[in-house]
């Protein structure tokens, strides 16, 4: 019984030193001007990182030279990584409990990210069931049409009990890429299309939203489904595929989904059945964008593509004394080079939303959320926008109305602008 | 801070405590986090919650819990019958897929509402929590014998290597499960979310009843213990530990191999299909990318750490690294970089601090932190000074719960 005796002391004995330290701890000072915290939360490990340490280093620059104050309100920034070593990427279990901390931390107001989807999905509802919510979360790389939109069966509503809306993103959707080729393909003349996807998430998503602009617009869609043709990653040859394709004789073959997934036999053997890129066109989304290996590909010649949104590059060239060309170059002055990919700028336009919402509102965070979806919402104008353009946010939804889309052309193996497209 | 706690109070006994003194240690701890957490906490300072937030968050006790639960299944594999699983991922994956069946509006094309505190205007299959974990764990038993059946023959190195398969056999499945001929059996990479709440007493848990969700993991946690401590003092863990030390002699001496290693299995894989369904109410949902290679290394590190073989030991070893995986290290990390003005990116060293800790423990504690007696009594053979502790007490001490 001794033994037992010195287990439940010790147990007892730390919970006194645990009752002590909520004794001792120093109760915060209410400060003069009301401080509210921003949380940041993206994948910092793994492949993403680069990307994501940008978007942060962005998100403080940008924060820093408008001297950290909004309206009444000084605002300071607090990052949350959701990812785990274990994982190596994003993992469920950190969204879920990143989500837990973000309704519990009093002072925090709002959430820039997820970077993911998937991890929105987990944390979305969390934060939209919030007592003293929904809280906001506005996301600059969510690109998953269900999240705000019809898309499968029960979404966007499961992801809001409440039935309010508190979830937005900057970034433009897959289905809008998908609309805007099929629409395209149809400017160019094109009147029938064969569609494939890779049978990711990604690729069915964008294939699916061009199958269905296709059908709308009157183009003969000779792939059956929803999605179109599947193809296999991991075969080493399509040409079983294409001859199969052959007969119907398409105007155009659209590949919904990502070059890494053996997009360079899948055109060669697009090119070696069907005939060249003049005979039978070819689209595909930016998943085939950024890859030198296909732009030199003779096969690719002639190829179309989209890209979502708008480079770095093709900002600085629509507007070169805008504010998205002067933040990217007090960037690259403060920290060195560039900010990795184009996601960085989209945090910081995130940010602007979440700013313009809080000058908006009462300071709490249902004054917030409802600041983005209610009345005439949030509206950054074009000369304060960081993407260069002015920026709403739909109050019904949640999506941005900047729907850019840049198409391009395979010309001497080099991505060229063709021109920039707007979602109808 | 329990982490500690419960170390140290294992550390200062000089004789191993009794099982029994280690359940109520278990059980009193739990119930002190549980008043600390819900009881204490939301009336102290924000300060000092913020605190709670950054080193020890609900959810991540939560989320340490299920870990535990895993790696309890996994010790009863790899520390009491000696079969090195390199694949226990794969059963953790089919309880999270079960709970995402049967507890969602997944299959759309099913109406089927039993037990559960869901809406009933949502179609899909929703069926009680309670239910699930049983048929979960049910699931998880009939996989774990499948997995079992064939590597009846082999040992050590290619029985690692066979189960290796199986762990990436199942996530692969799951990842691809999209459309198998037509049917749509994992909804692919994009996961299924979200899963219906945990209904208990008619009452339905909403996202920040976290006090409820520990109660029942914990409650999950001791029945593993239970099971585990129970089966091993009796005819099959005894078995199991003969197969571990000799296989030969064991078969020799009677034992029925192949009933003893699948049963070792099946038990093991139930673990694991609890922790699934756990896992899937916990994160409220379940996604195809998250069952990777790691989370089986992890769990084995979790086992060999703790003590292979002790219950406790197994215990202590997955909420320390469980803990360090989800908040320790990335809050020390931050805590070292504010205060020293550093920019190290720490998480991203989690492995290697893995590694280290591994190499150290093996050259210096091999036995782990709380060892098993009798495994420890074989590690430390050749040590001069020893004998203070015969095997037979471990036994008498099993028996005593």
């Known amino acids: 019984m001794t033994k037992l005796t010195r287990v439940v002391s010790v147990v007892a004995a730390a919970s006194m030193v645990a009752t002590a330290f909520v004794a001792a701890a120093v109760p915060s000072q209410a400060a003069a001007t009301k401080t509210l915290v921003i949380a940041t939360d993206v994948p910092l490990q793994g492949s993403s990182f680069d990307s994501n340490d940008s978007t942060n280093k962005a998100i403080a620059l940008y924060l820093k030279s408008i001297g950290g104050k909004v309206g009444k309100y000084s605002i300071t920034l607090k990052y949350y990584d959701d990812a785990t070593a274990t994982a190596g990427a994003w993992d469920a279990g950190q969204c879920a409990q990143n989500a837990q901390a973000h309704v519990a931390n009093k002072a925090e107001i709002a959430v820039i990210g997820t970077y993911n989807s998937g991890c929105a999905k987990i944390e979305v509802p969390i934060l939209n069931q919030d007592p003293k919510g929904p809280m906001l979360m506005v996301s600059q790389a969510n690109t998953n049409p269900g999240l705000t939109k019809s898309w499968n069966p029960g979404e966007p509503d499961v992801y809001y009990p409440t039935g309010v809306r508190n979830y937005a993103r900057v970034c433009t959707t897959d289905d809008n890429q998908g609309s805007a080729a099929a629409q395209f393909a149809k400017s160019i003349g094109v009147k029938s299309v064969y569609v494939l996807n890779d049978t990711q998430t990604y690729g069915q998503g964008v294939a699916q939203a061009f199958t269905t602009e296709a059908k709308k617009d009157g183009l003969n869609v000779l792939s059956s489904g929803p999605a179109g043709q599947g193809w296999d990653a991991t075969q080493s040859d399509y040409t079983a595929l294409f001859q199969k394709i052959a007969p119907l004789n398409p105007d155009m073959v659209y590949f919904g989904g990502i070059y890494d997934n053996n997009g360079g036999q899948l055109l060669k053997d697009k090119v070696a059945v069907l005939g060249d890129n003049t005979k039978v066109k070819l689209m595909a989304p930016d998943g085939f964008t950024g890859y030198p290996q296909f732009n030199s590909d003779p096969n690719a010649a002639g190829a179309y593509l989209t890209f979502a949104g708008l480079s770095n590059e093709l900002l600085v060239a629509n507007n070169p004394t805008g504010a998205g060309a002067k933040f990217l170059a007090s960037y690259k002055k403060t920290y060195g080079k560039a900010p990795v990919g184009s996601y960085p700028i989209y945090g910081v336009a995130a940010l602007q939303v979440i700013l313009a919402a809080i000058a908006k509102s009462d300071g709490t965070r249902k004054g917030v959320t409802e600041a983005v979806f209610s009345g005439t919402g949030v509206t950054i104008p074009a000369a304060q926008s960081v993407l260069g353009k002015a920026l709403h946010i739909s109050t019904l939804t949640g999506d941005t109305t900047a729907k850019d889309i840049t198409v391009e052309q395979i010309v001497g193996g080099q991505e060229t602008t063709l021109k920039a497209w707007t979602v109808k | ?401």
């Not at chain 2, 003893?260 to 896992?279: E, Q």
């Not at chain 2, 020293?340 to 190499?359: D, E, Q, R, V």
């Not at chain 2, 074989?378 to 000074?385: K, N, P, T, Y």
């Open chain 2, 1 to 401: 801070m329990s982490i500690i706690t419960r170390k140290k109070s294992g550390k200062k006994q000089r004789a191993p405590l009794s099982q029994r003194t280690w359940s109520i240690g278990f059980l009193s701890l739990a119930v002190v986090i549980y008043i600390f957490y819900t009881y204490i906490v939301p009336h102290t300072s924000d300060g000092f919650q913020s605190q709670i937030q950054t080193w020890f968050p609900p959810s991540a006790l939560n989320e340490a819990l299920v870990w535990v639960i895993a790696a309890l299944g996994l010790n009863i594999v790899v520390g009491y019958a000696g079969l090195l699983d390199l694949g226990f991922v794969a059963f953790w994956a089919i309880g999270g897929y079960t709970a995402g069946w049967l507890m969602s509006g997944f299959f759309n094309q099913w109406n089927i509402h039993f037990g559960s505190e869901s809406a009933k205007v949502i179609p899909g299959i929703h069926l009680s929590f309670w239910l699930v974990l049983i048929l979960g764990a049910l699931l998880c038993a009939f996989f774990g014998i499948v997995i079992g059946a064939p590597t009846l023959r082999l040992k050590s190195d290619y029985l690692a290597i066979v189960t290796l398969g199986f762990g990436e056999i199942i996530p692969q499945i799951f990842v691809n499960g999209e459309n198998i001929h037509g049917f749509n059996l994992s909804n692919g990479t994009k996961g299924i979310s979200p899963v219906d709440s945990i209904g208990i007493f008619g009452k339905r848990l909403g996202p920040f009843d976290l006090n409820y969700k520990y109660m029942i993991f914990v409650f999950m946690a001791a029945l593993m213990v239970f099971i585990s401590l129970r089966l091993r003092s009796g005819r099959l863990g005894r078995a199991w530990l003969a197969i571990r030390e000799d296989e030969l002699a064991a078969s020799m001496m009677g034992v029925p191999l192949m009933k003893t290693k699948l049963a070792a299995y099946a038990v093991g894989a139930i673990s694991g299909g609890l922790a699934g369904v756990a896992y899937a109410t916990h994160v409220n949902g379940i996604f195809a990318e998250r069952f990777q290679f790691s989370i089986s290394i992890i769990l084995l590190a979790m086992v060999v750490l703790g003590g292979m073989g002790n219950v406790w030991g197994v215990m202590v070893g997955a909420l320390l690294i469980a803990w360090v995986n989800s908040t320790g290290l990335p809050a020390l990390g931050n805590e070292i970089n504010s205060t020293f003005k550093t920019n190290i990116n720490f998480p991203s060293y989690t492995f290697l601090i893995f590694g280290a800790l591994l190499i150290l423990m093996m050259l210096f504690r091999r036995e782990g932190l709380l060892p098993e007696s009798r495994l420890k009594l074989m590690l430390h053979e050749s040590d001069a000074e020893e004998g203070n502790e015969a095997p037979h007490d471990q036994i008498s001490e099993e028996g005593a719960m």
